[in-house]
């Protein structure tokens, strides 16, 4: 999955470029958050840390890449050699994959070299604000639908090849039990999980012996697509295989229904499975799904054992991007702030502080300057070094269980999917009294 | 970009061992079309058909993939080595990139022994899919802001790296004039822009020096970003700069506003460079931007020469997904349906026939079976035949003229923004036979 150091806007080389002209290569603190959560949203989760860590490590111009450059005619041969020995030689601050967090607090800090913070603002926002877009829509989803087994089926309707890999991972890391993408199961080494197509029906004469043919063929995991043509008729289909097939030691699976009245239909077909002798055929469930639906089919008590959902989490279809910023908020030791409208910053390098109640729920955040003392567990770690790792990185699992923890520690509130009360992140007074300082200053 | 051939849904693996087991592998001919257009759209615009023949054109599984798949489990040794020769030998017919076209209409046809054509669905959607979505949101853009510069700004919100790079190319399809990302400048030979981001002031001590540095390292592509703290003021600073720094024949040539009002900004900064002088200085602005805004800057007469369109385009953010679907449509022979509630289709390998009004404007289309004599320009055209590309692909400047093109020939009412009475695609009589055929037959 290594993308082109290319990959990136004009303008961050350009600045390069500028910078290196006026030999300005100090020590820059950069923050990556989020303005405001997208409508509707009551908190987000943080993901994508391994995929920064990976570009990180991996950063520097291949010969070609510096050739390309070069000829484009934009830049100074001067320039361009000095690209051939940049690597990333800096700090990372982050807070741990599936940690829910809220607006204005960081969520990566970088702290490296001006042009080593400068070239991979493209590429560090690319990586993680996606990953945290999809974790923060998947985790509504689990939130929706406890218990349940919950499938990643989005990659048709991603946005790529990279956008179908890592809204696998990041819909795993906030709590889905796997996905349909092959490679995401090779790469991640997560649970894979599959069906079959209505094509799959249709290519047969008819529905009977594209069922017997998929169980004898699969006959470890035979899950039959049941809607292609009347899903009670298929049901009743699927018990007379069961029976066919039972001497002969294959059992069917489940059964997926993909449109309709999902309620109704699993309603009518568990009744056609029982009353067959297929209690242990489970109905699996797919079509449009999001975690509104998911609210509603649980609360309906529907006879439904795991659901298939795609698109509209892969795409975060109600928020399709977070108002995420990477932003210099110090240089050279000195606090740095934006002020442009709508889009001020709080300068300077922070921390961010949470308190939990004695229930274990998250009672307060508080942002402060780094290195000021506060109360409560200070939640941006350090996962870089001087361009190095620090130890392992967290295994999925791991990440997974603090997601787990993190959404269970969520106030009641800001579970519900409707919008609460937004939970108010404090700022400490050392940063407002910084922040005019510097608006007096400039 | 080659993805794994992995990078596919589990069930067109398991589909595909089950097909073997049974023989079956005659002639399927699958569509790809889009049920619906989303609320509030009038038209979509084809593309993504180069990264799809490449996908086709280099499909296989290597060693280490058969090799994963075979100590997974899920699949006999048989059916692994099965897949070492799998390549694709089909046809492929579709729409040519940057052609407006309408729901129900098949986008690519796909004409190949069953185990390809199954096994492509998924990629071949992901591929099609997203360039299709961003062109046609981007044709929205050049609708709403005519002989404006338009550049994809969107790299950072893009769904991953694939997403940063196909809407870079999509949107320079539908008639963007560049994108601010370099490796798609790179790989696809279109024109790259880029300006200065806000850390590039913040890291200077003052405004004013900032703008210096920057101006006298790139002398031939001078754009300033003067909303880092006072817009106004930043426009004088840019007026002082220019009068210090002609007499070293350096110009400025451009300043950047990336919030705030926009319209009022632009009017008061192109004011204050007309009065110092700086006509030639030109305007650009950022910041949140989609057609619905374009379409207000311009109609508001705002002295703005070029706009930075990003997220908003790049996510497609009001649609962010199309409903589209991959369904066979006939099977060595006979024509299929599925009948699923809500999600019926159009049986049969099929053609599309255009027809163009005196005026040059799009007047009726026709969806009939292939073959099947009918007035007008037959829309899907040959691509590929027995797995090897017809010729060369167009180019993109040819791809970017046709979609002018058909830009121009929309019904005034489907140029609008806002949602129009839909545009009938007319069902020839024979397919209304067969589906009705099919269905009494099932």
């Known amino acids: 999955?290594?993308?082109?150091?290319?990959?990136?806007?004009?303008?961050?080389?350009?600045?390069?470029?500028?910078?290196?002209?006026?030999?300005?290569?100090?020590?820059?603190?950069?923050?990556?958050?989020?303005?405001?959560?997208?409508?509707?949203?009551?908190?987000?989760?943080?993901?994508?840390?391994?995929?920064?860590?990976?570009?990180?490590?991996?950063?520097?111009?291949?010969?070609?890449?510096?050739?390309?450059?070069?000829?484009?005619?934009?830049?100074?041969?001067t320039f361009c050699r000095s690209l051939a020995?940049?690597?990333?030689?800096?700090?990372?601050?982050?807070?741990?994959?599936?940690?829910?967090?809220?607006?204005?607090?960081?969520?990566?800090?970088?702290?490296?070299?001006?042009?080593?913070?400068?070239?991979v603002e493209s590429r560090v926002m690319n990586l993680v604000h996606y990953q945290t877009l999809v974790a923060s829509k998947a985790a509504r989803c689990v939130l929706a639908a406890p218990q349940r087994l919950l499938v990643d089926f989005g990659l048709r309707r991603s946005h790529g090849a990279e956008a179908g890999m890592l809204s696998a991972r990041a819909s795993y890391v906030a709590g889905f039990g796997g996905t349909a993408t092959v490679e995401a199961g090779r790469r991640f080494g997560m649970p894979v999980y599959g069906t079959m197509a209505h094509s799959y029906v249709q290519a047969h004469a008819d529905e009977d012996a594209a069922f017997e043919s998929f169980a004898r063929a699969q006959p470890a995991n035979a899950m039959l697509l049941i809607d292609t043509?009347?899903?009670?008729?298929?049901?009743?289909?699927?018990?007379?295989?069961?029976?066919?097939?039972?001497?002969?030691?294959?059992?069917?699976?489940?059964?997926?229904?993909?449109?309709?009245?999902?309620c109704a239909h699993a309603r009518r077909v568990r009744a056609i499975l029982?009353?067959?002798?297929?209690?242990?055929?489970?109905?699996?469930?797919?079509?449009?799904?999001?975690?509104?639906?998911?609210?509603?089919?649980?609360?309906?008590?529907a006879p439904i054992d795991g659901f298939g959902v795609g698109t509209r989490m892969n795409t975060s279809a109600d928020a399709p991007y977070l108002d995420c910023a990477y932003k210099l908020e110090e240089y050279e030791g000195q606090p740095r702030r934006k002020r442009s409208e709508g889009k001020?910053?709080?300068?300077?390098?922070?921390?961010?502080?949470?308190?939990?109640?004695?229930?274990?729920?998250?009672?307060?955040d508080l942002l402060t300057l780094a290195g000021e003392p506060a109360p409560g567990t200070p939640l941006l770690a350090p996962v870089m070094r001087e361009g190095r790792v620090l130890g392992e990185l967290p295994s999925l699992a791991a990440i997974r269980a603090h997601a787990a923890r993190q959404l269970a520690a969520l106030p009641e509130r800001l579970r519900m999917l409707d919008e609460a009360a937004p939970f108010a992140v404090e700022i400490a007074p050392s940063l407002v009294r910084l922040a005019a300082q510097i608006d007096a200053r400039t």
């Not at 069917?252 to 449109?259: H, L, N, P, T």
């Not at 489970?282 to 975690?291: C, K, R, V």
Request: aromatic share 8%; net charge negative.
């Open 229 to 262: 043509y009347d899903t009670e008729r298929a049901a009743h289909k699927v018990v007379a295989l069961a029976r066919r097939l039972a001497p002969e030691g294959i059992a069917i699976k489940g059964v997926r229904i993909d449109s309709g009245d999902l």
């Open 344 to 364: 001020a910053t709080w300068p300077g390098r922070k921390q961010l502080h949470r308190r939990y109640g004695s229930d274990g729920r998250i009672e307060s």
């Open 274 to 301: 029982d009353a067959g002798d297929c209690r242990g055929v489970t109905i699996f469930a797919s079509g449009n799904l999001d975690e509104f639906r998911l609210r509603d089919i649980v609360a309906a008590e």
């Open 1 to 77: 999955m290594r993308a082109s150091v290319l990959l990136t806007d004009l303008y961050e080389l350009t600045m390069l470029e500028a910078y290196a002209a006026q030999r300005m290569n100090g020590t820059a603190v950069f923050e990556l958050f989020v303005r405001a959560l997208p409508r509707g949203r009551n908190f987000l989760m943080a993901a994508g840390l391994a995929q920064l860590v990976d570009y990180l490590s991996g950063l520097r111009f291949t010969d070609d890449e510096i050739a390309w450059l070069a000829q484009s005619g934009r830049f100074t041969p």
């Open 85 to 119: 020995d940049l690597r990333f030689t800096g700090d990372v601050n982050a807070l741990p994959e599936g940690t829910v967090f809220f607006a204005d607090e960081p969520i990566v800090q970088i702290v490296a070299p001006l042009r080593e913070a400068q070239l």
